[in-house]
């Protein structure tokens, strides 16, 4: 796979970057990895080293954290891009089966060609502070066709997927408003920029960029059973 040149700080840091299949400017057609290309760098085993601040933030949000984890799986999203809707459900198994052993985490990137992803990131975050990030996150992405492209109406339409689950409107309404939440996104979208991430769905595994199929579980979960038998 060809690699790109990420920031200084974060070589620094260990993570090494590969172009992704899916939305954003290095983004291969059709989802899936070139085969024709070298293969990724490997991921390395859990140690204890710090993980970049850009990476993993003290709040970042978790779908699964087991109490010792032996690897760190970051997801950076689009909510606006099919790839990260299929990538969810990649996501989704991989939880299922490595509850006990792999901490995932999930972060907005918000790409600059997607002009309804930040209002769906902020919609997803608003229901996350009701501890309902992957209903909302599900909800979002199945209903992607309703909005993505929508010029009007979007936040009506977003709004009704947090009904849906039964949330608290009152509060969902003030959070999807909220300067935390927006800042929060734009914190994402930051970190994002920052380690040089050119696409998405970005599956970070121990501080190594993967290239993942997101019609193919086998290629995310290959590269996890790997870091967990080293």
């Given at each position: 796979?060809?690699?790109?040149?990420?920031?200084?700080?974060?070589v620094?840091?260990g993570?090494?970057?590969v172009?992704?299949?899916?939305?954003?400017q290095?983004a291969?057609?059709?989802?899936q990895?070139a085969?024709s290309?070298s293969?990724a760098?490997?991921?390395?085993p859990?140690?204890?080293k710090?993980?970049?601040t850009e990476?993993?933030?003290?709040d970042?949000?978790?779908v699964?954290?087991p109490?010792?984890a032996k690897?760190?799986?970051v997801?950076?999203?689009?909510y606006?891009?099919?790839y990260?809707?299929?990538?969810?459900?990649?996501?989704?198994?991989?939880?299922?089966?490595?509850?006990d052993?792999?901490?995932?985490?999930?972060r907005?990137?918000?790409?600059?060609?997607?002009?309804?992803a930040p209002?769906?990131?902020?919609?997803v975050?608003?229901?996350?502070?009701?501890?309902?990030?992957?209903?909302?996150a599900?909800?979002?992405?199945l209903?992607?066709?309703?909005?993505?492209?929508?010029?009007e109406?979007?936040?009506?339409?977003?709004?009704?997927f947090?009904?849906?689950?039964?949330l608290?409107?009152a509060?969902?309404?003030?959070?999807?408003?909220?300067a935390k939440?927006q800042?929060r996104?734009?914190?994402?979208?930051?970190?994002?920029t920052?380690?040089?991430?050119?696409?998405t769905?970005?599956?970070?595994?121990n501080?190594s960029?993967?290239?993942v199929?997101?019609?193919?579980?086998?290629?995310?979960?290959?590269?996890?059973?790997?870091?967990?038998?080293?």
């Amino acid at each position: 796979m060809t690699r790109v040149k990420i920031a200084a700080s974060v070589v620094a840091a260990g993570l090494t970057a590969v172009l992704l299949a899916g939305c954003g400017q290095t983004a291969a057609s059709g989802g899936q990895s070139a085969s024709s290309q070298s293969s990724a760098s490997q991921p390395q085993p859990a140690t204890a080293k710090a993980v970049p601040t850009e990476l993993v933030r003290a709040d970042s949000r978790e779908v699964n954290a087991p109490a010792s984890a032996k690897a760190i799986l970051v997801l950076f999203t689009d909510y606006q891009c099919p790839y990260c809707a299929k990538m969810d459900l990649l996501i989704q198994k991989a939880k299922a089966e490595y509850a006990d052993s792999v901490r995932i985490v999930v972060r907005n990137y918000p790409l600059p060609m997607h002009q309804n992803a930040p209002l769906a990131a902020q919609a997803v975050e608003a229901a996350a502070e009701q501890g309902a990030l992957e209903p909302m996150a599900s909800a979002v992405f199945l209903g992607q066709q309703s909005w993505a492209k929508a010029t009007e109406g979007q936040r009506e339409t977003l709004r009704g997927f947090a009904q849906g689950l039964g949330l608290d409107m009152a509060r969902f309404d003030a959070d999807f408003a909220s300067a935390k939440v927006q800042n929060r996104v734009a914190q994402d979208l930051q970190d994002a920029t920052a380690l040089g991430l050119k696409g998405t769905p970005s599956v970070v595994l121990n501080g190594s960029l993967l290239s993942v199929d997101s019609s193919d579980y086998a290629t995310l979960k290959n590269p996890i059973d790997q870091v967990l038998a080293g």
